[in-house]
């Protein structure tokens, strides 16, 4: 099982980045899927996750209204639009998957079956 996590980079404050998540060696519309990040020198927070089919997101409150997450099972990819962040969501940000949903209602940073490597951004002021 893999999860490859891509699209970080520098982006300015105000500005858009979409990360993408695209799993393999899974079936993948069985699990729900999380986006966690961690800055520098802090814990992991959980930032959105994305349930089986789609139809039910979870946000943490400091980026709803400006962070979409999304799913499309027949490319097996999970992506976050991230609009307007800001330089605090400088961090690694790690797609991960679970066939328990309660990862995600739970905003879990730990829970997940499968893990991607991360991918760094980094927001500037």
């Known amino acids: 099982v893999q999860l490859q996590a891509s699209g970080g980079g520098l982006v300015q404050a105000g500005g858009s980045l979409t990360l993408s998540c695209e799993a393999s060696?899974?079936?993948?519309?069985?699990?729900?899927v999380g986006w966690i990040r961690q800055a520098p020198g802090k814990e992991r927070d959980f930032v959105a996750g994305?349930?089986?089919?789609?139809?039910?997101?979870y946000y943490v409150d400091s980026v709803k209204g400006r962070f979409t997450i999304s799913r499309d099972n027949a490319k097996n990819t999970v992506y976050l639009q991230m609009n307007s962040p800001k330089p605090e969501g400088t961090a690694v940000y790690y797609c991960?998957?679970?066939?328990?949903?309660?990862?995600?209602?739970?905003?879990?940073?730990?829970?997940?079956?499968?893990w991607g490597q991360g991918t760094l951004v980094t927001v500037s002021s």
């Open positions: 991960a998957a679970d066939d328990d949903p309660r990862s995600i209602y739970r905003g879990s940073t730990s829970s997940y079956d499968y």
């Open positions: 994305i349930s089986w089919g789609g139809g039910s997101t």
């Open positions: 060696g899974l079936t993948f519309s069985h699990y729900v």
